[in-house]
């Protein structure tokens, strides 16, 4: 995903992070990125942030949020 849409490795970060610090964890990843990025508090008011999570089989989770 990251490859196909472009976008470069520091605005996906807390993917990596996540990943190196607890390896796959399917769908669960989601609420590990958002912690990081709760603690973090990198993003300013009206940025907008995509996740996307991968479960078993076909399962996808999409999230858009705005920084408020």
Not at 47 to 60: A, E, Q, T
Request: one cysteine or more.
């Amino acid at each position: 995903i990251e490859n196909s849409l472009e976008i470069p490795r520091e605005k996906s970060k807390y993917s990596w992070q996540v990943l190196n610090k607890f390896g796959n964890v399917s769908s669960a990843a989601i609420l590990f990125v958002l912690k990081e990025l709760e603690t973090e508090k990198q993003y300013k008011k009206n940025d907008r942030v995509v996740i996307v999570g991968m479960g078993p089989g076909m399962s996808v989770e999409i999230l858009l949020l705005e920084c408020l």
